[in-house]
Each structure stands twice: as structure tokens, then as C-alpha cells.
């Protein structure tokens, strides 16, 4: 389990980098992206990283991406782990820096030996209010 976790922390770390290449080089061909942003499923090759590039491109600086209680399950060539991450950046013409707390989930797969990202899930809660407006305020707790 520690080959995932580190798969998982490295690639979170090389965001901040600003390496788009680098981040995606941790993800196996044809793999599966529910990310925050529309559309609700991104066809395509997720590896092109111009997508990546453009997203950083909309920050002063690239992001920083925190994950914390990750949990990791394996059997065999297979793993699956959830997190709670947080991403942090300022937004190009922003006064300040913003935090967001998110639930994510990934699928890994050992390919060659290596452990890659097959599937990726993150989501935000929304308010159940009616106004389904996205909770972005949220914090973990214990």
C-alpha cells in the first residue's frame, strides 16, 4: 500500500509543480475523469495535457492540492482509495488565495508494474435545501 499512497501524494505533489506531464504521468491510458469541472464526463484522452495546462494557466501560481484521510484497499493488481483533498490557489486577478475541500475517489490498476490511476471521482456536496447550491465552505471534521 505504500507504492499507492505515494503514487497518490506524488502526483498531488507535482501540481504544484506546475508539470502537467508529470501529474499525468501517473494515470493509465483511457482513464475514467469525473472531475469538478463540467462537462459531467470528459471524453477523450485525459493524458493530452493542454487541458491541465490551461486550467493552471487561470491561477497566479500552479495550485497546491492537499490529501488527507486517505484510506486504501487492494487485492491483487487492483486498489481503490478515498480522500478528502484540498486544493488551494489564487485565481489570476484575485486579491486572495481560496481553499476547497473535496471528496475524491480513485481506481488503480498495477500496469508493468506500476501503480496507475484508472478512474478518477471528485466531488463537492451540495445543499439539500433546494437551492442546490455546491457546500464549498465545508471543512473536515472529526
Not at 481553499?99 to 445543499?127: A, N, Q, Y
Request: proline share 7%.
Amino acid at each position: 500500500m505504500n507504492e499507492i499512497q505515494e503514487v497518490i501524494e506524488r502526483k498531488a505533489a507535482l501540481l504544484e509543480t506546475g508539470d502537467a506531464k508529470a501529474v499525468l504521468s501517473h494515470y493509465a491510458p483511457g482513464f475514467v475523469e469525473y472531475n469538478l469541472a463540467p462537462p459531467l464526463r470528459r471524453p477523450g484522452d485525459g493524458r493530452d495535457p493542454s487541458r491541465l495546462e490551461a486550467w493552471m494557466d487561470t491561477f497566479e501560481a500552479p495550485p497546491r492540492r492537499e490529501v488527507t484521510r486517505l484510506e486504501i484497499t487492494t487485492d491483487g493488481d487492483v486498489a481503490f482509495a478515498t480522500s478528502i483533498d484540498c486544493l488551494s490557489a489564487a485565481p489570476r486577478g484575485a486579491a486572495e488565495r481560496f481553499h476547497l475541500w473535496f471528496r475524491v475517489t480513485l481506481g488503480l490498476r498495477r500496469i508493468d508494474g506500476r501503480w496507475l490511476v484508472t478512474h478518477e471521482h471528485e466531488s463537492v456536496p451540495f445543499e439539500m435545501d433546494g437551492s442546490f447550491q455546491a457546500s464549498t465552505g465545508l471543512t473536515p471534521t472529526d
